[in-house]
């Protein structure tokens, strides 16, 4: 076996240095939210395309969107709050802050899947009818189609939020070692905004 | 992997130090590594096998079209036939092709880096594409798919099945969704390998143009490829739920699938030219030994194909309905496209200029190179004019255009890539005799298969045809239309036939081709400061940065048939 002449370097990062590490983790997050973002802005154009064609003009009421949505959307901004509040925790040498921050987060996550479900399930009767009639479905099914997509990456995000909220119990961040926080708040932050563009887009749809 | 068995010694010749082919043996040192070498020789055996499976789907076609009538299969095999050909070879074949074998191979070396920025996920994007390989077989045994490559709706939201069923189509968009995953990592990663490994004292504008034109193209996989990702996607839930977003008959539209399309697809194509495009630049300055013409220039130019890439996707609309206005707006930007690609090929030309020039392989395939894609860039123009798009479009002149982009220019830019590096990956020289005359053939070749369909195409026969006989064809018609498609048809053969040569002796090589030197060519760039094979970590110390494309520091050893650097130099003396 050849010797590893910067046997410092771990097994899988050839960068020597933790900060430069973490700087080149934050731009490939950085970048990878940019992909994401590029995704969600393009089906948000296909959305507001489709639905300002002629075709689907006013011949078709749908329902109102769920009011339960607005609850949603106080869940998530809480959300952000809370997991910014947990990486100035961790920055401040403050566990308790961090702790209680991430656990806040995880928990508000869930309660948003929870009013998002809710509020699909109250269209499920207008979705049975729509699918019968060809020219409505888009207008039922793409709120579907939005709103799940974007509840994907909710669920995707609490895989890391949890395994970081579990390492943030075995006091395994410093001020100075906490890239795990900082990659989950980056990535929290990102579906708040993405979140906020969608409702809106959608409230001015409807 | 049987690259393995270069580890055990052939005839008497002394074992070799370790390096990263020998240093760790066995089946799953290989599909676990994160070795940035072995990730990028596991994605080129890869890439090559799937490039012989849409290989033999194009012979399909070639045969068929060699006479009129039905001559081996009928029109629904042909439609699948073309349909997987062509979305093998982009989706599995060009998108990764130089950016994740090559690219992943000298990417770091060139940077003299230990590896990639994050080998995790390297690896992953590996077995991302294998994910999307997987899906496209399984869409082959579900009933196949007859959409074309382009999946334009309603051709892929009515199929054979009906909606609500998981066949061909739903497992082959579907592995383009994952395929693009693994495209949109392997960019990020090279990105940032790209900013944070460089070493000292290089700095942006000392970096080998190869990696300026893998800069380039990263940006293209991470900002295009989420759109042809969230496309696809759509595609297949208005095919399994019919929410009408494409599908005109559910109030969806359809030119709405055309525009986010080619919105990723146009700049593919760059995706799929932009790495071969470094790969010149590499090879002509190393095999003219002659430092190479307007660095900048070229560098720049990468950038800027790639920022206009994004802005000519309606180019493929002309006939769609968009409105006249965005037509003409289209092609006239259209045309400032082939700025850049132009001031690539002049510069080359001129870096040729007065060069000692070796015209081993690799430099026969850069030749090649700058002849096919001229071809190729010179005959986008008339399909950019609206005016003679309308009688071209959807006819051979086409197809001939983008073979000689994608074939005569992509491909043959990574066969260059891969007889210029391949001591350095193997350890071992492949014969240069055979090699001359493999390249010889599919020059030829690919000339005969393609050209011709210029003729054709010009003349009106129409893509995606299995027959050109029959009611409604003037029978002169059907003859010159036959003796044409007969001689394109010779010409693949005379192809395949290179293609063939190649694999034979480049595998021959594997075990009887004489030991490489570290620095066979005369290159410059870091990788030919570490031996070949490389060791595990690429660097035993760290290597020399200069200006690598100063040539004027190495000298020919006899003895060693290669080159090192010169024994009158300290060996600073090249830094600048
Ligand atoms: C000088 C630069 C180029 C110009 C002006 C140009 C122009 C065009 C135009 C206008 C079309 C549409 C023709 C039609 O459908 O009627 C086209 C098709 C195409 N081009 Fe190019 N092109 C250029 C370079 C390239 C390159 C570098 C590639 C790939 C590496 C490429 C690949 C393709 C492909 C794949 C198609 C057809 C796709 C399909 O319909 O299936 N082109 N080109
Ligand atoms: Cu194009």
């Known amino acids: 076996m050849t010797a590893d002449p910067g046997g410092s370097a771990t097994k899988s990062s050839p960068i020597v240095d933790p900060r430069s590490r973490v700087a080149a983790g934050v731009l490939g997050l950085r970048l990878f939210l940019l992909s994401l973002g590029i995704l969600f802005g393009a089906v948000l154009i296909g959305y507001v395309v489709v639905r300002l064609s002629p075709a689907l003009e006013s011949t078709f009421e749908i329902p109102p969107l769920p009011r339960g949505l607005w609850l949603s959307t106080l869940f998530l901004l809480c959300s952000s709050g809370t997991i910014h509040l947990a990486l100035t925790g961790v920055r401040r040498e403050r566990p308790r802050r961090l702790r209680v921050g991430m656990v806040a987060t995880i928990a508000l996550g869930w309660a948003f899947l929870a009013t998002q479900t809710l509020c699909w399930i109250s269209w499920a009767g207008p979705l049975r009818s729509s699918l019968a009639e060809a020219q409505r479905a888009f207008l039922v099914t793409s709120f579907y189609v939005l709103t799940g997509l974007h509840a994907i990456h909710v669920i995707g995000g609490l895989v890391p939020l949890t395994v970081v909220t579990s390492r943030a119990f075995g006091d395994r961040y410093t001020s100075a070692d906490h890239a795990g926080v900082r990659y989950c708040a980056m990535y929290w932050h990102f579906l708040d905004v993405v979140w906020l563009v969608l409702f809106a887009t959608l409230m001015v749809a409807a | 992997m049987t690259t393995n068995e270069v580890t055990t010694p052939i005839e008497s010749e002394p074992a070799r130090e370790t390096n990263y082919l020998n240093a760790t043996t066995g089946i799953m040192s290989w599909l676990g590594t994160l070795d940035h070498k072995r990730i990028g020789v596991m994605y080129l055996v890869s890439v090559l096998m799937s490039f012989f499976v849409a290989g033999l789907f194009a012979m399909v076609i070639r045969i068929e079209l060699m006479w009129p009538g039905e001559t081996i299969i009928d029109q629904d095999t042909y439609n699948q ?20 074998s090559l690219g992943n191979f000298v990417l770091p070396i060139m940077l003299g880096a230990k590896d990639v920025a994050f080998p995790r996920l390297n690896l992953f994007s590996y077995y991302l594409w294998v994910t999307g390989a997987v ?31 998981m066949d061909g189509v739903f497992f082959l968009t579907m592995a383009v969704f994952v395929l693009g995953f693994s495209s949109i990592f392997t960019g990020l990663n090279f990105i940032v390998t790209i900013h944070r490994l460089r070493p000292p004292g290089m700095t942006w504008f000392k970096m080998p143009l190869f990696l300026w034109a893998i800069y380039a193209t990263g940006i293209l996989q991470v900002m295009a490829t989420p759109v042809i990702g969230i496309t696809v996607l759509l595609l297949a839930v208005e095919r399994t739920v019919g929410i009408g977003i494409f599908d ?11 525009h986010f399309f080619w919105f990723y697809s146009h700049p593919a194509v760059y995706i799929m030219i932009l790495p071969p495009m470094g790969i010149i630049s590499e090879l002509i300055s190393v095999h003219s030994h002659k430092h190479i013409f307007g660095y900048r220039f070229i560098a720049f130019s990468s950038v800027a194909i790639a920022i206009f890439s994004f802005l000519v996707w309606g180019h493929h609309m002309f006939v769609s309905s968009q409105s006249p206005l965005l037509n003409v707006v289209f092609s006239a930007i259209t045309f400032s496209v082939a700025i850049p690609s132009a001031v690539k090929v002049f510069n080359w030309l001129a870096t040729l200029y007065k060069g000692s020039i070796s015209l081993n392989t690799p430099m026969l395939y850069a030749l090649s190179f700058i002849f096919l894609f001229t071809i190729a860039g010179l005959t986008g123009l008339p399909l950019a004019v609206i005016a003679t798009d309308i009688h071209l479009h959807d006819t051979y002149f086409v197809v001939a255009h983008f073979h000689y982009t994608m074939m005569g220019g992509a491909l043959t830019g990574m066969l260059g890539g891969i007889h210029h590096w391949w001591p350095k990956i193997t350890g071992r020289m492949y014969s240069e005799v055979w090699g001359r005359i493999a390249c010889g053939l599919v020059f030829v070749g690919f000339n005969v298969t393609f050209f011709t369909q210029f003729v054709l195409g010009s003349l009106g ?32 053969f005379i192809m395949a036939l290179g293609f063939f040569l190649t694999a034979g002796y480049l595998i021959h090589s594997l075990f009887r081709g004489r030991r490489a030197p570290a620095n066979p060519w005369g290159g410059r760039s870091l990788e030919w400061q570490c031996p070949s094979p490389p060791p595990v970590y690429n660097f035993a110390e760290p290597p020399h940065v200069g200006d690598c494309y100063d040539f004027s520091v190495l000298e020919w050893d006899e003895q060693e048939q290669g080159y090192h650097w010169r024994r009158d130099l300290a060996h600073d003396a090249g830094e600048a």
Do not use: C, K, N
């Open chain 2, 81 to 100: 036939m073309f349909t997987l050909h062509g979305a093998i070879m982009v989706f599995l074949v060009l998108i990764p092709s130089v950016p994740a």
């Open chain 2, 135 to 165: 899906m496209a077989v399984a869409a082959i045994l579900f009933g196949g798919v007859d959409t074309g490559w382009t999946f334009y709706v309603p051709y892929s939201t009515t199929g054979v099945d009906d909606r609500g069923a």
């Open chain 2, 248 to 258: 005109p008959s559910l109030g969806g539209d359809p030119i709405l699938f055309q």
């Open chain 2, 461 to 492: 026969m129409p893509r995606r045809y299995h027959d050109y006989s029959g009611p409604g064809w003037a029978q002169e018609t059907t003859d010159l239309f036959h003796s044409l498609h007969f001689v394109s048809t010779m010409g693949s």
